[in-house]
């Protein structure tokens, strides 16, 4: 897929977790002096365990910060995506926390790391008429030596109400992915 030429200055915002023992934050202030981030299990059930919380991180194309992320993705250094949206930090890390928790499996409860790009893959997001928060998820995915940059425009992963749920289908493609 070619990509039309992108404004360099524009914001995007990343979910990045390390698949290394150095933490991302380490590594993200090793880039920039003063980075915009959130964790993204923060204010979540899964506040516990900030430490192993990916982060959410807001930087514009051109900076260090966003160009050592693309490269770590690239690497295999980094799991995450790369996510579009005109809204703020605060808004784009809220929208991904209301999709952290999803019934699967009848009545069945668990965390879903839907910004890991073989989970996001399976999910086969549904595009909408209209963004939520969320305009565009890029990502790096493939077999080994076939990686290439996806896309999923104005992105639905799954059925919101009354709680995120998977479907069987969805379920089912989960259950036989390696992550």
Request: aromatic share 12%; charged share 25%; no cysteine.
């Given at each position: 897929?070619?990509?039309?030429?992108?404004?360099?200055?524009?914001?995007?915002?990343?979910?990045?977790?390390?698949?290394?023992?150095?933490?991302?934050?380490?590594?993200?202030?090793?880039?920039?002096?003063?980075?915009?981030?959130?964790?993204?299990?923060?204010?979540?059930?899964?506040?516990?365990?900030?430490?192993?919380?990916?982060?959410?991180?807001?930087?514009?194309?051109?900076?260090?910060?966003?160009?050592?992320?693309?490269?770590?993705?690239?690497?295999?250094?980094?799991?995450?995506?790369?996510?579009?949206?005109?809204?703020?930090?605060?808004?784009?890390?809220?929208?991904?926390?209301?999709?952290?928790?999803?019934?699967?499996?009848?009545?069945?409860?668990?965390?879903?790391?839907?910004?890991?790009?073989?989970?996001?893959?399976?999910?086969?997001?549904?595009?909408?008429?209209?963004?939520?928060?969320?305009?565009?998820?890029?990502?790096w995915f493939g077999?080994?030596?076939?990686?290439?940059?996806?896309?999923?425009?104005?992105?639905?992963?799954?059925?919101?109400?009354?709680?995120?749920?998977?479907?069987?289908?969805?379920?089912?493609?989960?259950?036989?992915?390696?992550?």
């Amino acid at each position: 897929m070619v990509f039309a030429k992108l404004s360099t200055d524009k914001v995007r915002f990343l979910v990045l977790e390390a698949q290394q023992k150095s933490t991302v934050l380490r590594s993200l202030y090793e880039q920039a002096d003063v980075p915009k981030w959130l964790y993204l299990f923060a204010e979540t059930d899964w506040q516990q365990y900030l430490a192993e919380s990916p982060v959410v991180l807001e930087a514009k194309q051109k900076s260090p910060e966003y160009q050592w992320a693309l490269q770590g993705l690239k690497e295999g250094r980094l799991v995450g995506l790369i996510l579009e949206s005109s809204e703020s930090l605060e808004s784009v890390t809220s929208w991904l926390r209301a999709r952290l928790k999803v019934r699967f499996d009848g009545e069945r409860q668990g965390l879903l790391r839907l910004y890991d790009p073989e989970v996001w893959q399976r999910l086969s997001p549904v595009t909408l008429d209209q963004a939520d928060v969320i305009e565009r998820v890029i990502y790096w995915f493939g077999e080994s030596g076939q990686e290439r940059w996806h896309t999923t425009d104005r992105p639905n992963p799954f059925t919101m109400l009354p709680l995120p749920t998977l479907s069987e289908t969805q379920w089912q493609k989960l259950n036989t992915a390696d992550v």
